[in-house]
């Protein structure tokens, strides 16, 4: 991932937890929230819950690459933040990819079809 594109700050991503839409599916849980124009941030978390370090970080490597591989196409002026849930973990890497393509489309969708934001 290019290093602009990380969300790195904690108030940033706690931002987005606040004002973001939530999408979620089996899998993953997805924050979205409006971010600058033409610009897309990213976050990755996985909760301890899911393990000791070593398997969250896997979780959190297997994220920041599906999400490598799909970004293109998807939200761009967004803010976002992946979490990981407990079948993430249990998942094949082409199944990661394929919920989180699944809640990019959702997003985009309703990004697509609200109406404009006020200043």
Not at 40 to 45: D, L
């Amino acid at each position: 991932m290019i290093q602009e594109e990380r969300l790195r700050r904690p108030a940033a991503v706690q931002s987005v937890f606040a004002r973001g839409v939530r999408f979620a599916n089996r899998r993953l849980i997805l924050f979205v929230s409006e971010g600058e124009e033409g610009r897309r941030r990213c976050a990755f978390a996985a909760g301890k819950k899911l393990g000791g370090a070593v398997q969250r970080n896997r979780l959190r490597r297997r994220m920041r690459e599906a999400y490598r591989r799909e970004r293109k196409e998807f939200l761009r002026g967004c803010d976002l933040v992946l979490l990981a849930r407990p079948e993430t973990g249990m998942a094949s890497f082409e199944d990661l990819c394929s919920a989180l393509r699944e809640l990019l489309r959702k997003a985009e969708e309703v990004r697509r079809t609200a109406p404009p934001s006020q200043p």
